[in-house]
């Protein structure tokens, strides 16, 4: 139950040291990663810097001569990432913590994500509060706001030092409750606008045996998803919710990157894919100017919906439709494994129906031919008259995937 203890032993080496006494006098073994570039460590490392820039494939002398703090810390991440990942795969390591300001952040954090998700890693950090994304990532991690700055052990940090050091012990020492029998995972993709949809799929997955993780499509959710289908823990995809490739071609601030879509393709995993709510674009709140937060100007004087008190929506139109089914149709098309798109002929959200805001059976016609054009052959592509939200929609849906999860096994290749 070893913890890695990741820091700048130049200028953190007495909080680092406070938190590995803290450790180890609850029992648990530490190993001391130095990350520090330009003093001498002020307490002993059991895995030297020269090992950590050597595990990045550079010079720790030549950086020292250079003192280009940004390319110093990019090294560092990347050795720490390399080094951890490394004591993880050898059982070496149960747990990491970090401490730091933004250097100290970055470096420990890139360990910290090459890790797996259940592996307990806490980060305390000046940042740990605002825009965390390139620090978390898709991953646990636990951010501890440091509270005053990472300078020294005073009545405060000692406190937020004590009580992190103590959490990180709880982890690894304290008792799990016993392992349920594994089932295969199927992940789903889900809205507000989509959720009976996705409700009514899950419950035949599950009666087969399988368990659903449901992801709720704002950008992160993706993400995540898509990590957990690349570390090889899905069995199968039910991508109803699509949305997220309209924020990412259209602007909107839900984007998932131009990565999604593409996790269950690489790696062959069986997956149905729908257009839920490709309706719309995601923002802000709506300003008192006429155009929500964080849309572009040129939107000025589109069909804008407000969900609620902190999001706007705008409906797409027919010609970003046609590239949101281009990429549909381009992404499912590279796939690997067996790949259904179930296209929902009268409506895509629950706002995209007779009477409601966002109806408009021209855009999503557009929508559904593009990805007619752009799909080939190993596409199994399924049009049924009825809207995603269904009964018969989210049969449909839940069915095509157990069948494809079953072919998927009797198949030459799954055996």
Same mark, same amino acid.
């Given at each position: 139950m070893t913890v890695l203890l990741i820091g700048t032993l130049d200028t953190k080496g007495a909080e680092v040291g406070f938190v590995r006494d803290r450790l180890q006098e609850s029992g648990v073994p530490t190993l001391v990663m130095d990350v520090g570039i330009l003093g001498p460590p002020t307490i002993p490392a059991d895995i030297s810097r020269e090992r950590v820039f050597s595990a990045a494939g550079v010079s720790l002398s030549e950086l020292q001569a250079e003192r280009d703090r940004g390319r110093a810390v990019s090294a560092a991440a990347e050795g720490a990432r390399t080094i951890a990942a490394q004591l993880h795969a050898e059982r070496a390591i149960t747990g990491v913590f970090g401490l730091g300001g933004s250097g100290g952040t970055i470096i420990a954090t890139s360990a910290m994500r090459a890790l797996p998700i259940g592996v307990p890693r806490i980060m305390v950090s000046t940042l740990a509060s605002g825009q965390t994304r390139p620090y978390v990532g898709e991953r646990d +991690? =636990? $951010?501890?706001p440091s509270v005053v700055d990472v300078a020294g052990i005073n009545r405060i940090s000692r406190t937020v030092l004590t009580n992190a050091a103590l959490a990180m012990a709880g982890m690894v020492t304290l008792p799990r409750p016993a392992p349920v029998p594994d089932r295969p995972i199927i992940t789903a993709t889900m809205f507000g606008v989509t959720t009976p949809c996705v409700e009514q799929a899950r419950k035949p997955l599950e009666e087969q045996g399988n368990e659903v993780l449901v992801f709720h499509a704002t950008g992160a959710g993706g993400r995540t998803m898509e990590a957990l289908i690349a570390d090889g823990l899905v069995s199968g995809v039910l991508? +109803? &919710?699509t949305t997220e490739l309209a924020d990412e071609l259209a602007g909107g601030v839900l984007s998932a990157g131009?990565?999604? $879509? &593409? *996790? *269950?393709g690489k790696l062959g995993v069986p997956q149905v894919i729908s257009v839920g709510a490709l309706d719309m =674009?995601?923002?802000?709140p709506m300003q008192s100017g006429g155009l929500p937060e964080g849309a572009a100007e040129s939107y000025r004087g589109r069909n804008f919906y407000q969900h609620n008190a902190a999001v706007t929506l705008m409906r797409t139109t027919p010609d970003e439709n046609a590239r949101f089914g281009e990429e549909i149709g381009r992404k499912a098309t590279a796939a690997k494994g067996p790949t259904a798109i179930l296209l929902p002929l009268r409506? =895509?959200?629950a706002i995209d129906a007779p009477g409601q805001p966002f109806h408009?059976?021209?855009a999503d016609a557009v929508l559904f031919q593009a990805i007619r054009l752009h799909c080939n052959h190993n596409v199994d592509l399924i049009e049924l008259d009825l809207h995603i939200n269904d009964p018969e929609f989210a049969a449909a849906a839940a069915g095509k995937l157990l069948e494809l999860l079953q072919s998927s096994e009797t198949s030459p290749a799954a055996g």
């Open positions: +991690i =636990v $951010l501890w991508d +109803i &919710t131009p990565e999604r $879509l &593409t *996790a *269950a =674009v995601n923002f802000g409506g =895509v959200s408009d059976p021209e």
